[in-house]
């Protein structure tokens, strides 16, 4: 019988009589040891074997001990440390939280297969890796979700951040912490935003102040500002991704493109057109800032808005160029108050148009009122 098994039976027979109190000691020094210790290859291999004897140890306080002195080690076996990693919380918590030995499809298999302690415990490890919280993401629950989104060590993709915006962006909580965040791209923040419109016209309280129906169209203008808002302040690079976010949850209609345009946000504009006709980037640019207005038309109509419809769109591009060189800020303004002017005055306008005027119309009167407060504002601090 070679040295090895001298050695492990002599252990196994110590460790049948032994109190529990004595493994428990035996188990954190033979961890240490294993680590630690300059052994023979026939020692090492024994104390593995002793280690992996006393994963089934029946007292928790002996498996507790060998998982607190393996822990922290890139060398500790990982059979050992596996099988600590679906023990009981406590001794487990050790493991997960610090063991170097897991690779990323261990911690998604860990997180597969295990409660919701299991995940907690992953979420909070100093370092997440990319692939990890992707499945965190997909499958955690809010405490979950929380611990990831406070853990500075979570590699967090913005895919990432994204799914838990759609699953999760009920919660003011979440919200919060991702709104936080100093990146975040602006698709998400629109699926953020509109968690909250959702949250204000569920709300009893508003509902019996306002009224359903009221709320509604209240409801509705104000994300679609917030929307336009958000799509001035997008990096360029983000736009595509909000573009198509936008087109896929039905945003991208007539009024919110004239909305865009009329309050001078172009790059998003140009984008929009872009995606929505398939052409050339570079051309849709050009033929925007200065194509001509057959041109202009026929881009328009080939990203699916109407002969009647495109008229205006080709007006109101050719106005905004004329303000946007003059003075940027009073353009809501003035495009629509010279669009007014010459479709108001002709002949009996269809449908589609009539209400696209009468949303250009209502922008520019939201426009003055909050220019007004911004006055009184003002005035009001001066004389202070």
Known sequence: MSGRYVIIEAFLRWA?????????????????????????REERAAAEMAMTYLLDDPSPRVRLALAEAVAHSAGAPRNVILSLAEDQPEIAGQIILF?????????????????????????????????????LAEMGGEVEILCLLENDGALLSQASLKRIAERMGDSADIRGLLLSRDILSADIRHLLMRHVSEALSESPLVQSIVGGSRLQQVTREATESATVAIAGTAQHEQLPDLVEHLRRSGWLTPAFLMHALCSGK????????TDLSGCDERRVRSIVSRGRVHALRALYESAGLRRDISTIFVEATVIWRESSRKNGTAMLEDVSSRLMRKFRLAEQSPVAATQLLDMVEKLANAEKRQTARSFAALATLAAA
Do not use: H, W
């Open 16 to 40: 049948e009589t032994a109190k529990a109190e004595s493994r428990t000691r035996a188990a954190n020094a033979l961890g240490r040891a294993y680590l630690q210790s300059e052994m023979p």
């Open 99 to 135: 063991s170097p030995v897991f690779t990323d499809a261990d911690l998604v298999d860990l997180a597969l297969r295990g409660s919701d302690v299991t995940r907690v415990l992953i979420a909070s490890r100093g370092e997440v890796p990319c692939a990890v919280c992707a499945a």
């Open 266 to 273: 172009v790059d998003f504009f140009a984008c929009a057109i």
